[in-house]
């Protein structure tokens, strides 16, 4: 998961590609795009979203959920933002769908429990770095590890 802290896209792609051993031509003729500039693609940290989206589907991976879950794991809560300089913003409504911020994948729960459990973080620091609530935490360590133990 440390990949998803400083995501290069172009190496990730790069490695499901050779996975799924999609020969290039196959690769140029779905992109729409020549030899050169897919391996071009491959050395880029980011790219467009509309390729990315494309990428997606030819390689049966939703490389969108790494920004999410990094969006998870490494962005500040909207609560947790200061509103002193334009406390209007808490009111703001918006034509775009609201998604919940606390819908964790089981990914990320296990990568936050192994953390703990290889300690190399406390939950009191995954609390305070990744602005886990508490009894969230508590509850996932109490549930999985009776899972563990059946």
Known sequence: MEYIKDIHIGK?????????????????????????????????KTLDSGVLLRWSKLLEYDFFRLYTHHLILYAPQS????????????????????????VYTKEVIDYLLKLIDKKEKTPAEIISEYRIPKTTLYKWINKYKKTEKR
């Open 12 to 44: 990730i792609i790069f490695t499901r590609w050779k996975e799924m051993a999609i020969p290039m031509e196959r690769t140029c003729n779905f992109l729409r795009h020549t030899e050169n500039e897919i391996e071009q693609m491959f050395e880029n």
């Open 79 to 102: 609560s947790s933002l200061p509103l002193k300089s334009n406390p209007e913003r808490k009111n703001i409504k918006t034509a775009l769908p609201q998604f919940r911020k606390n």
